[in-house]
C-alpha cells in the first residue's frame, strides 16, 4: 500500500512539473524512478520508453508500465491516473480563466521564455535516455557504436524523409535483432 | 470562443478522441487532432484549434491530454472534457499495457533483448530529432540558448529537482522576455 501512495506521490508531482509536454519531465523521471527509488533499472526505464513509442496514443502512457512493475496492476492504474488526472484538472480550471488574459503581452513572454526552457529538458532527456540506450559502457565498442549508429540514423531519416516515426522505431528493432545478437 | 457550440454527445466525444488515441501512432498527435476536429467534425475553426493548442502547450501536461479537456469542456464541460480525456487516453493505455505484459514475461530472453535494445536506440534519436525540430530556433539564438544549456547542465548532469530548477530559471527567462513596447500608466 504505502508503495503505491509513493507512486501516486511521484507521479503526481511530475504531471504537474510537465511543462512543454510529457517528454520534459524524462529526467526528472529517470533520476526518481532509476536512480533515487530504484524502483527499475536504468535499462528497464529506457526499454519502457521505448515501447510507448510503438504504442498509439500519447506516448507517455507507457509510464504506467514503472508502477506494474512496481506493484502490479494497482501500480499501473495508480501512476496513469497520478500522471495524468492533475495536469488535466490544472488545464480544465486555467482554460477557464485563460480567455480572460487574451492579448496580454505577458502571455506571449510566459510562451517565449519557457521555450528554451523545454528545450533544455528535452535534450536532458535524450541524455538520460542515450546514457544507457546509445553508449553503454559495459558494453564493447562495436556494440556501442551501432547503438549510436541506430540513433543517428533514425534522427537523419526523420529529418530527411516523412516517414512515420513509429517505423524508424521498429527498423531500430530489426537492426538490434540481425546485427546485436 | 464566442463562436456557437453544436451540440454533441459524450458518446461521440468519447469515440472521437478514442479513434484519434488508436490511430496515431509514432507521435505528431497535433496533426491527427487538427484533422478530426477542425476538418472533419468542424467542432473548431482554425483560429479556435491554434488557441486551444497554444494553451496546451503552456500549461504542464500532454499537449494531447490537454486539448482533450480544452475541447471537451467547451462542448459540454466538465464531462465532456472526462469523456474526451478518457477517450484520447484509454486505447494507448490497453495496448501498452499489453506490451508491457509480453515485456515482463519476455525480456530475460536474449533475443529480445536485443530486440529492445535496438528499439530503444531508435528511440532515443527520435526524440533528439523531435527536440532539434522544436528547438532549433531556441539553439541558434545565443539568448536562448544559455537558458537551454543552464537547464540541460542543472536538471540533466546534476539532477537539480525539476521544481526548483522551473522556480528559479522559468522567472528569468519570461522576464528576459517581458513586454517592453508598451508604456505602463504612470
Redesign the interface.
Known sequence: MSKIVELINVFA???????????A????ME?VTV?RRHWVTDT?F?????????????????V??IG??VSGLAG?LAV?VAF?FP??L???F???V??AAEGS??????????????????????????K???YNPAKDWDFNL???G??????II??LTRI??????????????F??? | MSEAAPRVSLGKLFSVFALIGVTSFGGGIVAYLRRALVDKEKWLDEDGFMAALEISQTLPGLNSTNMSVIVGRRLRGAAGALAATLGMILPGAVIVTGLGFAYVALRHDPKVAVVLTGVAAAAVGLLLQVTLKIGWKQLIRPQDLIFVVVVFVLVGIFHVSLLVTLVVVAPLAIWMHRPRTEKEPA
Not at chain 1, 519531465?25 to 526528472?28: Q, S
Not at chain 1, 517565449?112 to 528535452?122: N, S
Open positions: 508531482l511530475l504531471s504537474l512539473l510537465a511543462v512543454g509536454g510529457g517528454t519531465v524524462l529526467p526528472e533520476h536512480e528497464q529506457t526499454e519502457i520508453y521505448s515501447l510507448g513509442q510503438l504504442a498509439p496514443g500519447p506516448n507517455m502512457t507507457c504506467a508500465l506494474y512493475e499501473l496513469l495524468f495536469a488535466c490544472l488545464c480544465y486555467v482554460s477557464k485563460w480567455d503581452p505577458w502571455r506571449d513572454a510566459v510562451q517565449r521564455g519557457m521555450a528554451p526552457i523545454v528545450i533544455g529538458l528535452m535534450l536532458a532527456g535524450c541524455y538520460a535516455l542515450g544507457t540506450a546509445s551501432l547503438t549510436l541506430i540513433g543517428a540514423a533514425v534522427a526523420l529529418t512515420n516515426p513509429a517505423l524508424t522505431i521498429l527498423a531500430g528493432g530489426a537492426a538490434g535483432f546485427f546485436l545478437g
